[in-house]
């Protein structure tokens, strides 16, 4: 059964990089019917798609959080990554790693992590 | 971007009845649209994808349909599992995915 599991510190302070890390197992990352990605949830509200990740390296970003985004794999230790920089308390959210389903014309997350919640105070 | 629409932002319902989510894209997207349910403290799970296809393991009660900008998620049997708030997705443009704002069910 395929598992994701986001690691990261839960306290970033304003102005600092948020640096979050998903170890996937129970599958492999190198699978070409699936790219990997990060949403987040602020406290109380929706889902925000921040970037997604295919095991070559190849990445697409949200356009709004491009700027401050790095969204990186690892296939050896079957994990990816997120940095995001000058972060601000809108950044504030339960931040969910994910495997998004490509092998066809229709895409969709079929895989979540638990989620994790960084706060951003200082 | 491609900005999804749902309503109602939130309904009321009892154990057996039947209910539906609209969801409206700004663009047409054809079918490629994903319905998502969310309990508190978790993560959301996959219900539909393709607008109208249920992911496995997903009871038959739920159901989608629509194509273009308009899309349904309908519930034909609440059972109290079911309460939770629903997402649509949209993965047209798949370099930039959008989610709607949700539809909190609640139990009346």
């Known amino acids: 059964q395929l598992q994701l599991q986001e690691s990261g510190p839960g306290l970033v302070k304003p102005s600092e990089t948020l640096s979050l890390t998903c170890t996937v197992s129970g599958g492999s990352i190198t699978s070409s019917t699936y790219y990997w990605g990060w949403i987040r949830q602020p406290p109380g509200k929706g889902l925000e798609w921040i970037g997604s990740v295919y095991y070559s390296g190849s990445t697409y970003y949200n356009p709004s959080l491009k700027s401050r985004l790095t969204i990186s794999v690892d296939t050896s230790k079957n994990q990816f990554s997120l940095k995001l920089s000058s972060v601000t308390a809108a950044d504030t959210a339960v931040y969910y790693c994910?495997?998004?389903?490509?092998?066809?014309?229709?895409?969709?997350?079929?895989?979540w992590g638990r989620g994790t919640l960084v706060t951003v105070s200082s | 971007d491609i900005q999804m629409t749902q309503s109602p932002s939130s309904l009321s319902a009892s154990v057996g009845d039947g209910v539906t989510i609209t969801c409206r894209a700004s663009?047409?997207?054809?079918?490629?649209l994903n319905w998502y349910q969310q309990k508190p403290g978790k993560a959301p799970k996959l219900l539909i994808y393709?607008?109208?296809s249920l992911q496995s393991g997903v009871p038959s009660r739920f159901s989608g349909s629509g194509s273009g900008t308009d899309f349904t998620l309908t519930i034909s049997s609440l059972q109290p599992e079911d309460f939770a708030t629903y997402y649509c997705q949209q993965s047209y443009s798949t370099l930039s995915i959008t989610f709607g704002q949700g539809t909190r069910l609640e139990i009346k």
């Open positions: 663009q047409t997207i054809g079918n490629y």
């Open positions: 393709a607008a109208s």
């Open positions: 994910a495997r998004r389903h490509s092998g066809g014309a229709y895409q969709y997350v079929d895989y």
